[in-house]
């Protein structure tokens, strides 16, 4: 019934408030979907929009690294967002060699990414999850991997290790990093 007049609502009236809440659906649905797009749609043009380069790294003074040893480093990665917490850090393995000649490998298995691990008294790198083995200079020893741990670019700058780092390498696009070892 008509609240004013008393009389029941005409049907003119009743499409109208019909009309109004189906318009109001559509318009609630337009911006939900919206709102769902834009981090999608960041998600793939970030990266082509925005770009970013490895940046150098500093690793610390050369007496940090003794002669004829590996050592895991930690650092934040220089690619790292705002809210990436303790996902913005990167790890890399440092061998001295002698003098000012490093190897620095990525902690990354060639073959699906997972972590190695060093072995000082076999001297080899591990993989934990299919069994990738590396040897001492990064070259593939067994398993799966497909080739040598990846070996970031680095260069000794006023008796400090600096490290070219940014973003986790892959066989598709490694970056700075290269593919090291004898069986690469």
């Known amino acids: 019934m008509n609240s004013q007049s008393g009389e029941p609502p005409t049907m003119e009236t009743a499409t109208t408030r019909r009309g109004f809440m189906e318009w ?3 318009a609630l649905l337009g911006l939900g979907s919206v709102a769902m797009a834009i981090p999608i749609l960041g998600f793939f043009l970030g990266p ?5 380069a490895d940046e150098w790294v500093d690793f610390g003074p050369l007496t940090d690294f003794p002669q004829n040893s590996t050592r895991l ?6 690619l790292r967002g705002a809210n990436d917490g303790m996902t913005g850090k990167v790890a890399a393995y440092v061998r001295r060699i002698e003098g000012e000649t490093f190897q ?3 902690t990354h298995c060639t073959h699906l990414g997972c972590p190695v691990s060093w072995f000082k008294e076999s001297g080899l790198y591990m993989c934990p999850c299919h069994g990738g083995v590396y040897y001492e200079d990064g070259g593939h020893a067994s398993g799966p991997p497909p080739r040598g741990l ?3 670019e680095h260069r000794v700058e006023k008796d400090r ?12 696009d490694p970056g700075s990093a290269h593919v090291s070892g004898k069986n690469s």
């Open 150 to 152: 990846y070996e970031f």
């Open 161 to 172: 290790l600096m490290v070219k780092l940014g973003h986790l390498p892959t066989l598709q």
């Open 104 to 106: 620095i490998f990525s």
């Open 24 to 26: 109001f659906s559509w």
């Open 48 to 52: 082509i929009l925005k770009p970013r």
């Open 73 to 78: 480093v930690d650092v934040l990665n220089p």
